[in-house]
């Protein structure tokens, strides 16, 4: 593995009495795809809010490039970690362009207008996700597709080294699927951005990432190659269901599909 870009260490979530990180310890390497699976419940989305500091954990710690999570200041920390929500279909009038400007936040003093930098990183973020074009739209204007790929230039623009995403392709339909996570794979291959994904998309998003973390209940349940955790007895033992797989899917790995009346 190349240099870590993120460590957990015990990580355990206790939110109104309820467990839902149980000892999650692992090490994504900079530079590196990881896509992390499991059912609903399992502590996905709450893994990805306490590696962006949204949540604080009950027990454990998270490590950034080298530095416990706890010694960053705010902006210093959305400077170097970028958090796309799950996709959001509520109405916003603002313009695509203002809504990636809000991205350099952490650049910003109190009040500062935006320098001639922080407006290249705009565009920039915008071009490097095919936004560009739609600039003088409003968000509540666009697509679902499109305005994914606007919120994750708003991401971009924070100029983070680290990008998480919490379900990135859901609610879209198969082309826009496809168009974010190509921009996915760019940015990370191309880019040298460390991305960690959660997903319930075994046949697409986790064919594009480089390693898988499965959780179930809380806890690791698996780890490693897409090619090793795309194999039916794993994921019945992640899910508690089985699954046929069958020759076809993205990059040579097996399309999975859900198995009816034991087939």
């Given at each position: 593995?190349?240099?870590?870009a ?23 390497g ?44 705010r ?22 362009r ?20 922080d ?16 600039a ?34 859901s ?5 826009h ?23 319930h ?41 089985d ?21």
């Amino acid at each position: 593995m190349s240099d870590p870009a993120i460590i957990t260490e015990g990580l355990c979530v206790v939110l109104d009495e309820t467990e839902i990180l149980k000892d999650v310890s692992m090490t994504v390497g900079r530079g590196e795809f990881l896509t992390v699976i499991g059912p609903n419940g399992a502590g996905k989305s709450t893994l990805l809010r306490c590696l962006d500091g949204i949540l604080e954990p009950s027990a454990g710690r998270v490590i950034i490039d080298g530095r416990p999570l706890g010694d960053y200041e705010r902006r210093e920390l959305a400077r170097t970690v970028s958090y796309v929500p799950q996709p959001d279909s509520g109405s916003l009038d603002f313009t695509v362009r203002s809504y990636v400007e809000m991205g350099r936040y952490p650049h910003l003093g109190a009040w500062a207008a935006l320098t001639e930098a922080d407006a290249e990183a705009v565009v920039e973020s915008m071009e490097l996700t095919e936004v560009a074009g739609l600039a003088d739209r409003t968000m509540s204007s666009l697509s679902g597709g499109e305005r994914q790929r606007a919120s994750i230039a708003a991401a971009l623009a924070q100029g983070g080294s680290v990008l998480l995403l919490d379900e990135p392709t859901s609610f879209l339909d198969y082309r826009h699927q496809v168009k974010i996570l190509d921009l996915l794979d760019r940015l990370h291959r191309d880019e040298g951005l460390t991305v960690v994904a959660v997903t319930h998309d075994l046949n697409s998003t986790v064919a594009f990432s480089d390693e898988v973390l499965a959780l179930k209940d809380g806890k690791v349940a698996a780890t490693g190659k897409p090619a090793d955790l795309l194999d039916a007895d794993a994921l019945a033992a992640i899910y508690d269901a089985d699954f046929r797989l069958i020759s076809g899917g993205h990059r040579g790995l097996p399309l999975v599909l859900p198995a009816r009346n034991g087939s």
